[in-house]
């Protein structure tokens, strides 16, 4: 059983605040993800880790940022919320590129 | 570009109904390919598959590596309601990533 967590599940919020979303596991993975998924569509991976100290942009343009000053901590911050914004970002862990990537159960994000 | 292409989009069944779903992939440094289901919220791991582990089996799925056509196949067998849900396949590249098809979004009616 995977153990990574996610705050907040929900949140709303108004267009121009800036809001960070907590992911943490007790896991020991070196490797964390975070996705985004918007109702129906597919996962796009927005930011990743290798392990501490190490971030790179995923594949979709995002206008989040991302830390890893400790392990088992991978928060995503937006500066500046804007409705477009408005998705459900998924964190993922997994220990090697041979090994499963484990998620969260994700912030449900909506910005009015 | 690396793509993860699966098939059908979405599928309605009977409970005790067989379904086999599709996936095929293209990327540069393949290492494994996963199986996901997503009810409401997050993805849940089924299976991973490996050049070292083609074939993985667990209850009523069963799913199949084939590296040469490049392609992965779930099946499910007498399905139930509580299977309805979207199955996602992953592939886990060598540069730590893994991309995930747009899923199937299966139904299965009492």
């Known amino acids: 059983e995977a153990d990574i967590y996610q705050t907040p599940r929900y949140l709303v919020i108004g267009t121009g605040k800036k809001i960070t979303l907590e992911c943490s596991q007790t896991m020991g993975h070196d490797k964390m993800y975070w996705y985004q998924q918007d109702p129906g569509m597919e996962l796009h991976l927005i930011h990743y880790s290798y392990g501490v100290n190490s971030t790179e942009k995923g594949d979709l343009s995002s206008e989040s940022t991302v830390s890893r000053i400790r392990t088992e901590h991978f928060p995503l911050t937006l500066e500046s919320a804007r409705p477009s914004h408005t998705s459900q970002y998924l964190c993922a862990s997994s220990t090697n590129r041979d090994r499963a990537a484990f998620f969260g159960q994700g912030t449900r994000l909506t910005v009015v | 570009e690396d793509k993860v292409v699966q098939s059908p989009l979405s599928l309605v069944v009977h409970e005790g109904d067989t379904v086999t779903l599709n996936c095929s992939y293209e990327?540069?440094?393949?290492?494994?390919l996963l199986w996901y289901k997503q009810e409401k919220k997050a993805p849940t791991f089924l299976f991973m598959l490996?050049?070292?582990?083609i074939e993985k089996k667990s209850g009523r799925l069963s799913s199949i590596l084939d590296k040469k056509e490049l392609s992965s196949i779930l099946n499910i067998t007498a399905t139930q309601t509580g299977d309805s849900a979207i199955y996602l396949c992953a592939v886990g590249t060598g540069t730590y990533k893994y991309i995930f098809g747009t899923g199937t979004r299966l139904k299965v009616l009492a």
């Open positions: 990327v540069t440094n393949f290492r494994s």
């Open positions: 490996t050049s070292s582990g």
